[in-house]
Structures are given as C-alpha cells and as structure tokens.
C-alpha cells in the first residue's frame, strides 16, 4: 500500500475525541449501528448472489 505524504508546504492536522453519550444518545448509537451490520449483511448476500449467477450455478435462498 503506498503510504500517505503531504504536498510540500501542507501541514496534516488530527484530532482524538471520545464520545460520553447518555443512555437516549447511547440507544440511537447502537441502533444506527445495527442498522450499518444489516445494511453490510445485505450487500454481501446480494454480492453472493451475483457471483453465483454469474457463475451459473443455483442460488439457494434461505429464510
């Protein structure tokens, strides 16, 4: 992997932060993450079926 370097004259700047969410903040932010897991779950079972047809083979479906 080539690894990053900054033009000549540029500065790179980072910044560290912590979330402290309260227990309302703290149910929307798992949701959200749950929702990211079924989203990521979906695209690779669609990903699945695609490379399966393509390789003409049956796609098995499961409930």
Known sequence: ???FRPQPG?????HK???DP???ADRRLYSHGGAAR????WAG???HCCVVAAEGRAVLRHS
């Open 38 to 41: 079924a989203a990521y779950n």
């Open 1 to 3: 992997m080539k690894k």
């Open 10 to 14: 540029f500065t790179v700047l980072a």
């Open 17 to 19: 932060l912590a979330l």
């Open 22 to 24: 309260n227990a309302a």
């Open 45 to 47: 079972r669609l990903r």
